[in-house]
C-alpha cells in the first residue's frame, strides 16, 4: 500500500550469468486526500442580516492540496445551484429579493472535492415599504372640515419582506419622528 506523495520504483533484471541489466525508474504519485476546506469572506453585504444592497462579491484564498493541486472550485447557490468556478478566488453575483446562501469547496485534479466552506446567508431587500393606510377617528371622513384642533391618527403595518424598523411621520412641515431600532 502506498501512502500520499510520489514514490519512486526501480527495476533491473539480472540474468543466470549473473549479469545485471539497466536499471529502469518509473514514478507513482499517489494523492489520496482531498483539498484544505475554503473560508469564504463577502465584502459588500452583512452576511445574516437584511441588506438594501443585492450585488454580493465573494472571496477567498487559495486552498492547499497536497498531490495532484486545486483543478477548481465549486459554489452551491439556494443550496440548488452549483457554479464551476474554474481557478477564480472570487465570485459575484446580483440577488434578487429575498434569503439566499452561498458556500463553495475545492476539487482537486482526481475530483477529491473539500468539505464545503462556511455558508454566507445574504438576505436581500431593495425596495422600501409600501405606503400604510393611514386612519383618524377624530377626523374619520378626510374631505370633510371639523370644528376640533386636536386629533388623533393611526396606521396600517405594511407588508414588508425584511419587517418595518419604523415610520417618519410629520404635520404640515418637517418629520417629527426619526425611526430607533424596535420602535
Given at each position: 500500500?502506498?501512502?500520499?506523495?510520489?514514490?519512486?520504483?526501480?527495476?533491473?533484471?539480472?540474468?543466470?550469468?549473473?549479469?545485471?541489466?539497466q536499471t529502469?525508474?518509473?514514478?507513482?504519485?499517489?494523492?489520496?486526500?482531498?483539498?484544505?476546506?475554503?473560508?469564504?469572506?463577502?465584502?459588500?453585504?452583512?452576511?445574516?442580516?437584511?441588506?438594501?444592497?443585492?450585488?454580493?462579491?465573494?472571496?477567498?484564498?487559495a486552498v492547499?492540496?497536497?498531490?495532484?493541486?486545486?483543478?477548481?472550485?465549486?459554489?452551491?447557490?439556494?443550496?440548488?445551484?452549483?457554479?464551476?468556478?474554474?481557478?477564480?478566488?472570487?465570485?459575484?453575483?446580483?440577488?434578487?429579493?429575498?434569503?439566499?446562501?452561498?458556500?463553495?469547496?475545492?476539487?482537486?485534479?482526481?475530483?477529491?472535492?473539500?468539505?464545503?466552506?462556511?455558508?454566507?446567508?445574504?438576505?436581500?431587500?431593495?425596495?422600501?415599504?409600501?405606503?400604510p393606510s393611514?386612519?383618524?377617528?377624530?377626523?374619520?371622513?378626510?374631505?370633510?372640515?371639523?370644528?376640533?384642533?386636536?386629533?388623533?391618527?393611526?396606521?396600517?403595518?405594511?407588508?414588508?419582506?425584511?419587517?418595518?424598523?419604523?415610520?417618519?411621520?410629520?404635520?404640515?412641515?418637517?418629520?417629527?419622528?426619526?425611526?430607533?431600532?424596535?420602535?
Amino acid at each position: 500500500s502506498l501512502g500520499q506523495g510520489t514514490h519512486v520504483v526501480q527495476v533491473r533484471g539480472v540474468d543466470g550469468a549473473g549479469n545485471f541489466g539497466q536499471t529502469a525508474v518509473a514514478q507513482l504519485k499517489t494523492d489520496n486526500t482531498p483539498p484544505t476546506t475554503p473560508v469564504i469572506r463577502e465584502k459588500n453585504l452583512r452576511s445574516n442580516e437584511w441588506n438594501f444592497n443585492n450585488a454580493a462579491a465573494f472571496k477567498w484564498s487559495a486552498v492547499a492540496d497536497e498531490g495532484s493541486g486545486v483543478k477548481k472550485y465549486v459554489a452551491l447557490i439556494d443550496e440548488l445551484t452549483e457554479v464551476d468556478l474554474s481557478n477564480s478566488l472570487e465570485y459575484s453575483v446580483n440577488f434578487s429579493d429575498g434569503i439566499h446562501s452561498f458556500k463553495l469547496r475545492a476539487v482537486d485534479a482526481l475530483n477529491q472535492s473539500s468539505n464545503w466552506s462556511n455558508q454566507v446567508i445574504a438576505k436581500i431587500d431593495s425596495n422600501g415599504p409600501s405606503a400604510p393606510s393611514v386612519s383618524s377617528p377624530t377626523h374619520p371622513d378626510q374631505n370633510a372640515w371639523s370644528k376640533l384642533n386636536s386629533s388623533s391618527f393611526s396606521w396600517s403595518t405594511p407588508s414588508e419582506l425584511s419587517g418595518v424598523y419604523g415610520y417618519y411621520y410629520w404635520i404640515d412641515g418637517e418629520p417629527q419622528f426619526i425611526p430607533e431600532p424596535g420602535v
